[in-house]
Each structure stands twice: as C-alpha cells, then as structure tokens.
C-alpha cells in the first residue's frame, strides 16, 4: 500500500463534528509519520495547541476585499491558498470534508496544479441540507461526481446522497472514532459537585444549537425529567437556537437546575462526569457527540433519525424515539435514571461498542487505504 507522503486537508474550522473528525484524523495522520497541512480560515477548534515543527501544519486562507466585489468569495481564496501548499509542498493528496466548499476548491486546485487527487468524505449537512437546496444543488453534485474518491460517515447517508443527487458512483462508508484513552469515564466528586448534588442526575446535551438540534427538545425532556426526579442539565455549545432554549427552561422553572456553558473543546470531562445524554435533533447524518458520550460509559437517548441508529443501538447502548416525540425520550430517560441496573447495563455497552466497533486503530487505517488508493486512481 503505497501511502501519499504529503497530504492536505480541508475542513469546516468552528464547533462541530466534520472539523474534529478531520483535526482527530490529521493527528493520527501525522502522528504515523505523513506531512499533513490544513488550510482553513482559521485553525480548526480541536486543533489548537497541537501544531509543532514536525507538523501537522496550518495555512491561512487569505481574505480579499475590492469596492467592486459584493462578497470576499471564500471558495476561490481557499482554492488558491490550497495551489499554493500543493506547489510549494508537494501535496500529492487533498482530504476535502464537505462536497461544498472544500471538494469543489479541491478540485479547482487540482485543476490548477494539475496535480493532488481528492478525497472527499461527506459528513451530512453537506447533503442533507445545504446540498439539497437548489442553490447549491448542481454544484454539490458536481463536487461528488469529480472527486477521485467519496466516502460518508454513515451508510445512511451514502444511501441518501445517492437518492438526493442520483448519483451511482462509489461512496465507501466509513464511520466516525472516537479517542477511547481520551473519552472516559471520570470520578471526579469535586467536579460533579460544581453542577448537581450528589443525589440529582447530570443530563447533558452538546451542539452548535442550530435549528436541526431542535434544543427545545432537550429543554422540554429535562423539564418532564427533572419534575420526576432531582436533575440537572448541562447545555454545552453554542449557536442561534440558544436564546429560545433559555427562554423555554424559564417559562418551564427549570432555568435554576440548567447550566448553560457555551461552546468548548475540550467536551471528555462533562462527558465523563455525567449520567445521560440527549440527542433530539431532526436529522444527524452520525451523531459523534453522542458517541463521545458512550465511550464515556454514558446513555444516549436520542431521536432515530438519520444515522443515529448506526451509533446508539435502541435497547443496548441507549435509546430512540420518534423525532419530536418528548414524552418517549422523557420515559426512556427516566427509565434509565431510575434503575441502576439497567442505567449500568447501557453505560457498559455503549463503552464496548465504542471500544469494539468505533476505536481509531480501526476506522484510520481504512483511510489510510482510501488514501494510498486514491492517488493510485
Ligand atoms: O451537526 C452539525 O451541525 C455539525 C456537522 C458538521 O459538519 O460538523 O455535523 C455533521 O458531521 C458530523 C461528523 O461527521 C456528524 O457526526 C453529524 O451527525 C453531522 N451533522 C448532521 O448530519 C446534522
């Protein structure tokens, strides 16, 4: 298997599961001795802190404004910016996350330079939402169709970028990994005690709060929760949804037993002190908060919806309940609040299949293959 030596890597920069999954992978990379260079309009979230001499490296895409143009055009500097690493370097690979932009800049690089061949994984919104708007559809699916090579993080949505853009080219699935070394379970009272009593469960919820969240939901869970049961909630992120989450725990009185802690990396210690997690959102091509959480021996109860039940398997690790459907999330929630027994039996095998079916050691090296394929293409 003959791997590319220098690679490039294109990715979303702010809170949100495509920019970990392309910084966690580059690491990885990296780490296995590659030259990995990301290009991006700012360091990627999970990324700061951990470049160095011996890589992985970052380039600024450049801004530029002129009176005549009406927008700074984003995808053509990041096309540019892009040429130039793989002229200046050699980048015979480009690893684009998202068909729109960076596939599509990808390939007009490729283009330019007339080299570096382009892997491009979808991660879902990419499809599910932005991709189907007419605005973007052409191009969208023009952003698949040209890449060397596709893969998606679930088979959900390999089924269902087919069906939106009837596409028939190969689209490999490979699913998402999570650092189980990193994402455990912590006993760490002092922690605990910041945010809930020893005797009141710890729910937590992590997004960028947009509308596909439907963090009202989680909200409303909670409110059903916490008048059952003592209970806390931990609302981690940040994003437009936020305002009206905070407003609904007002007028439901449970504003006082609900944190909300704006957005961060680091998420493995509230992952690692709390007792469930929520997932409500209306559509989740895979849902890797979620599976941060299960390598935390945390519960999931979230909506089936998309490739949700790809990660959390109903009864075993979690469970799933129609998108919307409050009262079942709520229900399944108190369910495993009340039973140690059950709550411990889901908490083991959410950690098992984190460690069995979604460790590093096994999802890298089918990107390393689709890498070392790739370029042979
Ligand atoms: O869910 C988001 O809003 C963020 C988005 C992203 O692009 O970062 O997440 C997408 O990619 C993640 C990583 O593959 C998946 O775990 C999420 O399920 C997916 N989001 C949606 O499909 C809505």
Redesign the pocket.
Known sequence: MELPDKIAVLC?TGA??????ATELGLLVAAAGREVHFVGSAVPFRLAGQRGLRGPYFHQVGGFAYALFDQPYPELAATNALSEVILEHGVSLTHAH?AIPHASAAIHAREITGRSRVLTTL???DV??VGAEPAFRHTTRDAIERSDHVTA?SQFLADQTREVFGITREIEVIH?FVDAGRFVRVTDPALRARFAHPEEALIVHI??F?P??RVEDVVQVFARVASEIPARLLMVGDGPERPRAFELAGQLGVIGRTHFLGSFPDVEGVLGISDLFLLP?T???????ALEAMSCEVPVVAARA??VPEVVEDGVTGFLAPVGDVDAMADAALRILRDPALYRRLGTAAREAALTRFQPERIVPRYLSAYARTVRV
């Not at 559509?283 to 908060?289: T, Y």
């Open positions: 979303h949100g599961g495509s920019g970990v999954v998202y991660h879902g919104t599910t939402l993080v998402n997004s960028n947009r596909v969240k959102s559509n989740e091509s895979f849902g890797l908060a998309g490739g």
